[in-house]
């Protein structure tokens, strides 16, 4: 059986979360980094450990069938390349920024002027939708310093914290795209492997749905549980089991991570009492 053939970043911000949610998918690998490829212990999947800036045109050749990869990349160099999941880690911006105390304030007012950076299709696709013409400078690293030594009136460049422009007293202008990490599919892949980097999709969709939702647990006196069954979204209606004490009820449920403190809020102030929060490690719905 042919084995679908996984591109990861080796070493950088991407490497931890992409091995973890392939564990997490039931995709273990003994031994990592020190091989550039590693083969999987219990799925027809072998890992390839790359440079990020390198995975698209491997994509294009097909000689790996998908990439954990930062949607940025791909918007760069991976022209023709789709990808079929979003991740939900790695989230950054990919931004303009000058020197604080300059006078551009907007896209406009970089025509002429110098542009450091490691994103130029990126850029001078932006650019050109608006009809501005600006110097590029490619650089690939360390694109924030460009300003300060005297290389750039501007730099486009990867902003997460904001700390790196801070640090280096520049102020974004204008945010040209927003990027996580996602999972991306040659074009050249075949059906064989497409079956099993469906399988993949599946299970990460319930780790990722797992990942965005906590299990609720709490008592309640039986007159007050009409309105908690209200608050309580579940997975289709909450489970209401009787307690061994007469007159109350303990209720179970699933709530999203994002609305979990308005909700405990809630349910406390409706006579919730004794509620417990667990993690969910997969969740298929
Ligand atoms: N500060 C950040 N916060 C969140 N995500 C980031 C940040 N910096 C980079 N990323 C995301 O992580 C990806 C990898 O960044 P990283 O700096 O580890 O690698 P790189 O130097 O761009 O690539 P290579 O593996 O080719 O050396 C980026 O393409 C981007 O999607
Ligand atoms: O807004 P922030 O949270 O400060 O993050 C942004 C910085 O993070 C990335 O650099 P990284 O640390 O990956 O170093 P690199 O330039 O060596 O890739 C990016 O290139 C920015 O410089
Ligand atoms: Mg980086």
């Not at 564990?23 to 590693?38: C, E, F, M, P």
């Not at 990349?73 to 604080?100: D, H, M």
């Not at 069954?229 to 579940?234: E, M, Q, R, S, V």
């Amino acid at each position: 059986m042919n084995k679908l053939r996984i591109a990861v970043q080796k070493s950088g911000r991407l490497n931890e979360d992409s091995m973890r949610i392939l564990k997490d998918v039931g995709i273990s690998i003994d031994n990592g980094k020190d091989q550039l490829k590693a083969a999987a212990r219990d799925f027809p999947v072998e890992v390839f450990y790359l440079r990020n800036g390198d995975i698209p045109q491997y994509l294009k050749d097909g000689v790996v069938d998908a990439a954990i990869i930062g949607e940025n990349v791909l918007i760069e160099k991976g022209e023709g390349i789709n990808f079929v999941e979003r991740l939900g880690f790695s989230k950054c911006k990919v931004s303009i920024a000058v020197p604080k105390d300059a006078k551009e304030n907007s896209l406009k007012d970089l025509a002429g002027k110098r542009i450091a950076t490691s994103y130029p299709k990126t850029v001078e696709k932006f650019l050109a939708a608006q009809n501005i013409e600006a110097q590029l400078h490619i650089i690939n690293g360390s694109v924030e310093i460009a300003p300060n030594i005297g290389l750039a009136d501007a730099i486009c460049d990867i902003v997460s914290s904001g700390s790196t422009l801070f640090k280096n007293g520049l102020k974004e202008i204008e945010v040209l795209l927003k990027s996580e990490a996602v999972l991306a599919v040659s074009p050249k892949i075949d059906a064989e492997r497409q079956a099993i980097l469906e399988k993949i999709q599946f299970r990460i969709q319930s780790v990722l749905k797992g990942r965005q939702s906590k299990y609720v647990l709490l008592n309640a006196p039986n007159d007050k549980l009409e309105a908690i069954i209200n608050i309580l979204p579940g997975m289709r209606s909450p489970t209401v089991l009787p307690l061994a004490q007469e007159g109350w009820s303990s209720v179970h449920s699933v709530i999203p991570k994002n609305q979990f403190w308005e909700i405990i809020d809630e349910l406390k102030k409706n006579g919730a009492e004794g509620i417990l929060v667990c993690p969910i490690e997969k969740m298929v719905v």
